[in-house]
């Protein structure tokens, strides 16, 4: 299924097929490839080649380090269609979903190479007479990125776009689930590598490996920057070892997003809104809408017109005319069936979530899209199940909606479908949604890559992508110059 692929995106033969990691494709189940997993000792000799990476491209200009990125956007343009097929095959996503996602790369290579002219500190007044201060930025160092199965190769773009720029080298352990796409990423860069000519060796290199090789990330002092995306139980463990030994991260973690739908709201939009955040990715994106809370006066309305759209749902191959593709694996279903017995036993109704296509794929988790009419936002709601789960609550009051956006352990992100000012502005506002994004007529997935990214909470406080993430990737320098005669000091303090 995946040769012919493998081979036009530039990976060698060997590196997919002669491993003892197997690797399935969700869309039926079979085996597609197999791949090597490296062990501690090989992760520690890449951050070794990694590190001296970095010695020699700090000092490269960062607008050539710039070059380097748009060339590999360029590489990424030409290999558009192959990239985004071979996204299908490994992680399950529907065509659209995964050209989309490699155009995430191409977007975030545009803003990088933008970003390598403009990596500005400031000019800051001195107290001191004869004297000036300024902010410098400089590049930090290896970063390691670990990314998650459901954005396979848009979340190290995100990462290594904006490291390279900054002077950093990249090490990157993808998840075990997807390591092709990891390894047409790594084919991709190295053939803009060449276009580039002179860089040095292991800029930017690729680890598959297991828990054994992300610790070996995540407790090396050589990286003093981990960019970690996958779960809360994950970030939990990542953090506080990377901050035990006063390394940065930025973790991007669960989400738990939600809507409300306000009587005001256009429902029509409203309702693809909800369709696109809650079906697409067949739920499995940290953006996902997973929670409404709709005006009781409209629920009855907007539980219909959803339950109609999904009755309408095409659930099949994704590379086919579908909108919905498989879960990742059975364990992704088995979390979903155990989430819908408990939304039934905490007194929800729960409508669809049934597995589909069981003869034609029976080692494959195609499933219906849920929705759980849920009486109060109770446990199983407040817990991010990943998988096309909708819970619906009800509201009678805004403010009451407000907290309820508000009352889970997640903030990533939130929206709100209304055409009162004073609600949309009310929800943007300091006493609004805690999230790290709040959209207005818009739904909660989908963000472009120019914001940054990321969210509160549980959600882990990290920022990725656009506007002033890029700082997180350099080591801020506060500069003092005295150019005078005298050594005055500051705060008046005199020392004769
Ligand atoms: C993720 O699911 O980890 O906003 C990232 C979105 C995408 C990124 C999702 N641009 O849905």
New binding site residues.
């Given amino acids: 299924m995946v040769d012919g692929l493998l081979q036009s995106l530039g990976v060698a033969a060997s590196a997919y097929t002669d491993g003892d990691h197997p690797v399935h494709t969700p869309i039926d189940g079979s085996r597609i490839a197999s791949v090597t997993l490296e062990n501690k000792a090989q992760v520690l000799a890449k951050i070794d080649v990694a590190q001296k990476a970095f010695l020699a491209w700090r000092d490269v200009p960062a607008p050539r380090r710039g070059e380097l990125v748009r060339l590999f956007g360029e590489v990424l343009r030409e290999h558009k269609a192959q990239l985004g097929e071979l996204v299908s095959i490994e992680a399950g996503k529907i065509t659209q979903e995964g050209l989309g996602e490699v155009q995430?790369m191409i977007d975030i290579c545009d803003f990088a190479v933008g970003l390598s002219r403009q990596l500005y500190g400031l000019t800051i007044a001195s107290e001191r007479p004869g004297h000036h201060m300024r902010e410098t930025w400089h590049p930090l160092g290896v970063v390691g990125v670990i990314s998650?199965f459901?954005?396979p190769v848009?979340?190290w773009a995100w990462n290594t776009a904006l490291a390279l720029v900054c002077g950093d080298a990249v090490l990157w352990k993808p998840s075990e689930k997807t390591p092709l796409t990891a390894l047409a990423c790594q084919a991709l860069f190295e053939k803009a590598l060449k276009q580039f000519g002179e860089a040095p060796e292991g800029l930017c290199q690729l680890v598959l490996g297991d828990r054994e090789a992300g610790e070996a990330l995540v407790d090396d002092p050589r990286v003093p920057l981990v960019s970690a995306?996958g779960s809360t139980r994950m970030g939990r463990e990542v953090g506080p070892r990377v901050a035990a030994r006063f390394g940065r991260s930025i973790l991007?973690l669960g989400g738990n997003n939600a809507m409300i739908l306000a009587p005001s709201a256009d429902l029509d939009l409203a309702v693809r809104g909800i369709l696109f955040s809650a079906v697409g990715t067949a739920g499995q994106?940290?953006?996902t809408l997973r929670r409404v809370i709709v005006h009781a006066s409209i629920k009855d309305e907007v539980v219909a017109r959803v339950k109609a759209a999904y009755g309408k749902v095409r659930i099949g191959d994704p590379r086919k005319d579908n909108l919905v593709g498989p879960l990742i694996d059975k364990a992704s279903f088995d979390a979903m069936q155990g989430a819908l017995a408990k939304a039934r036993d905490e007194g929800g109704q729960v409508f669809g979530g049934e597995r589909q296509l069981a003869d034609q794929y029976p080692n494959a988790y195609y499933v219906s899209p849920a929705i759980a009419e849920m009486p109060v936002q109770s446990e199983v709601v407040r817990h991010e199940t990943f998988a096309p789960i909708l819970y619906v609550l009800a509201y009678d009051d805004f403010e009451e909606a407000l907290r309820l956006n508000n009352e889970v352990p997640q903030g990533l992100s939130s929206c709100i479908f209304t055409t009162d000012l004073r609600e949309a502005e009310r929800f943007q506002s300091a006493s609004g949604s805690d999230c790290g994004i709040a959209n207005v007529n818009i739904g909660t997935?989908?963000?472009e890559i120019g914001g940054a990214f990321g969210g509160e909470k549980e959600t882990g406080g990290g920022r990725e992508s656009g506007s002033d993430a890029w700082k997180a990737y350099m080591r801020r320098q506060t500069n003092t110059v005295n150019y005078s005669r005298e050594l005055p000091l500051a705060q008046g303090i005199v020392f004769d």
């Fill in positions: 995430e998650a459901n954005f848009a979340v995306t991007e994106r940290c953006t997935s989908g963000a």
